[in-house]
Nanobody
Framework: EVQLVESGGGLVQPGGSLNLSCAASGFSFSDYAMAWVRQDPGKDLEWVSSIGTGGFHRVYADSVKGRFTISRDDSKNTMYLQLNSLKTEDTAMYFC?????????????????YGQGTQVTVSS
């Protein structure tokens, strides 16, 4: 069974930083590209960033480019997202996503999330 467990969220002031983690199990993590997605209540699920196998081919949404950094440690089956220079509009529940052909409320841009997410709130 695929398990993706996100952690590291919290309340931070604008301009602050957070480091999110995603612990994966139930599949061969190193064989898959992975992604971070986010959702604020009342808004659509938004793709944030993706990372290819081996840590290559990192892609970012324009809204976070230059501020967020995605990485992975295949020895730990863990993916990370470093969030810097946070803005109020970054407030959302953040999820890690695994590639999937499924379509549903938990899927965007070919990635689906299966965990509970970690809340990031940016507020002064």
């Amino acid at each position: 069974e695929v398990q993706l467990v996100e952690s590291g969220g919290g309340l931070v002031q604008p301009g602050g930083s957070l480091n999110l983690s995603c612990a994966a199990s139930g599949f061969s993590f190193s064989d898959y590209a992975m992604a971070w997605v986010r959702q604020d209540p009342g808004k659509d699920l938004e793709w944030v960033s993706s990372i290819g196998t081996g840590g290559f081919h990192r892609v970012y949404a324009d809204s976070v480019k230059g501020r967020f950094t995605i990485s992975r440690d295949d020895s730990k089956n863990t993916m990370y997202l470093q969030l810097n220079s946070l803005k109020t509009e970054d407030t959302a529940m953040y999820f890690c996503g695994k590639p999937s052909s499924q379509r549903g409320f938990n899927c965007v841009n070919g990635y689906c999330y299966y965990g509970q997410g970690t809340q990031v709130t940016v507020s002064s």
